[in-house]
């Protein structure tokens, strides 16, 4: 930076400072807002979130992934209704999870690399009451903060049908994980791709 003729170094900034802006800002985007639910409705909410944050969200009937926030569908309260998530590389955080309570159709979700996923967070998913009656499918991928914890919470999604896990560091007992989880829900496909 040049001040009067002379070269001034910029301070360097603190370490760590710009990881703390970033964490700041993925927090905001997952404050909810109560009142926009009860303006749009739980999906119009929800995909909104999902989307500031990084996310895709797939309507019902429609094959198409949903990416740009802007370009979400307009129409009358309740018309689009979430059918799948994949939060792959999102900034969804257990903050925001409160936006899930009002979706009743979502069939599918997957969370790929989401450093802010953790057991509390698989544990509020389970104890979704409309996700425990639609949820199918859930695959849960290199999120490093998940550990046996978060996965045995899972038991309470009784309608799961398949449960794909990979690349899960945190995962310590799995035999012992996996046979309870077998046990609560034994209808369950589940594929593992762990070390």
């Known amino acids: 930076m040049m001040v ?11 370490p760590g400072s710009c990881r703390a802006f970033w964490g700041w800002l993925n927090a905001v985007f997952n404050k909810v807002d109560y009142e926009r639910i009860q303006a749009v409705g739980p999906d119009r909410a929800a995909s909104e979130w999902l989307l500031r944050c990084g996310a895709l969200v797939r309507f019902q009937g429609s094959p198409k992934w949903q990416q740009d926030y ?3 569908p307009t129409g009358p309260l309740g018309k689009y209704k979430i059918e799948a998530i994949n939060a792959t590389d999102s900034c969804i955080m257990y903050r925001g999870f409160d936006y899930l309570d009002g979706l009743e159709h979502v069939t599918d979700i997957k969370l790929e690399k989401c450093m802010y996923i953790q057991d509390e967070c698989l544990q509020r998913l389970s104890e979704t009451n ?12 290199s999120c490093g903060n998940v550990t046996d ?9 009784t309608n799961l049908e398949y449960l794909y896990l990979s690349d899960l560091p945190g995962i310590r007992e799995k035999e ?11 209808k369950l496909e589940l594929e593992l791709d762990l070390e």
Request: hydrophobic content about 45%; charged content about 15%.
């Open 4 to 14: 009067l003729g002379r070269l001034v170094k910029k301070p360097p900034s603190p």
């Open 70 to 72: 802007n370009g979400l």
């Open 130 to 141: 409309n996700l425990q009656k639609s949820l199918l499918q859930l695959k849960i991928i």
């Open 149 to 157: 914890k978060g996965i045995l919470a899972l038991h309470k999604l």
């Open 176 to 186: 012992t994980t996996f046979h309870a989880l077998q046990q609560a829900l034994p």
